[in-house]
């Protein structure tokens, strides 16, 4: 009954690897976020969809590319993973669907990932 | 673009004790939500508590209230009866009203703020 849920919790891996995390939401929401947070637990916005459409990119490397199949899953692919990408990655959904809202952010329980 | 600051790396208090941690912000916007989240060891983000800055009067949730100062740009969260399940890392945030655009409500955050409660 999980309202946002990743897969997977862990993720330990080489440099140079490309891994994916999933995400899921139960929620009926329209759009779905993913967020870092770094080694200082500062947390930062990456991506945004609305409804598979992407929204928000903020100024992250190419490298990593999110994909929306459907409303409910929003997966982000890492290729040649880096030192630096290490990091606990949070995925979060919301109802706001374009117009004004105050609709909470549902978070996911993160995803850590460690790059050997 | 907006800001969040947390000034308190690190807050402490006794068991049943009151604290709060302070937030403040730098916005040009005059309508946006800010948020308390709580990230436990578990690291799962939990909301604690939500203000809309169209209101005046400041939010509360049993325990929880904030001190919502617009004009000083100020979001302080109050503990009352502080309980050992309430030690956690606190993230202020906020989101602009208008969900539409770049801001597409994403949520800024604080640097965040340790509370450890001891026995």
């Known amino acids: 009954d999980t309202a946002v849920s990743q897969t997977p919790k862990y993720l330990v891996t080489q440099m140079g690897n490309d891994k994916s995390i999933k995400c899921e939401q139960n929620?009926?929401?329209?759009?779905m976020y993913w967020y870092k947070q770094d080694s200082k637990k500062f947390l930062k916005i990456m991506f945004s969809?609305?409804?598979?459409?992407?929204?928000i990119n903020e100024t992250v490397p190419n490298r990593f590319s999110p994909k929306s199949p459907d409303k409910a899953h929003l997966n982000l692919h890492i290729n040649s993973l880096e030192l630096g990408d290490s990091a606990v990655y949070f995925c979060?959904?919301?109802?706001?669907?374009?117009?004004?809202?105050?609709?909470?952010?549902?978070f996911g329980p993160g995803t850590r990932l460690l790059v050997l | 673009a907006q800001t969040v600051t947390q000034s308190q790396p690190e807050m402490s208090v006794q068991e049943a004790e009151t604290v709060t941690l302070s937030c403040t912000y730098d916005?040009?916007?005059?309508?946006?939500?800010l948020f308390w989240y709580k990230q436990p060891p578990s690291r799962q983000m939990i909301l604690v508590i939500r203000?809309?800055?169209?209101?005046?009067q400041n939010a509360t949730e049993n325990r929880f209230s904030v001190n919502f100062q617009k004009a000083a740009k100020s979001f302080s969260l109050k503990i009352s009866d502080s309980q050992l399940g309430d030690a956690a890392m606190y993230f202020c945030?906020?989101?602009?009203?208008?969900?539409?655009?770049?801001?597409?409500?994403?949520?800024?955050f604080g640097q965040g703020t340790i509370l450890t409660v001891h026995p």
């Open positions: 979060a959904s919301t109802r706001d669907s374009g117009g004004a809202g105050s609709e909470t952010q549902y």
């Open positions: 929620l009926g929401h329209d759009t």
């Open positions: 969809y609305n409804n598979k459409e992407l929204i």
């Open positions: 916005t040009s916007e005059s309508d946006y939500y």
């Open positions: 203000q809309e800055a169209y209101k005046q």
């Open positions: 945030a906020y989101r602009s009203y208008y969900a539409g655009g770049t801001s597409y409500g994403k949520l800024t």
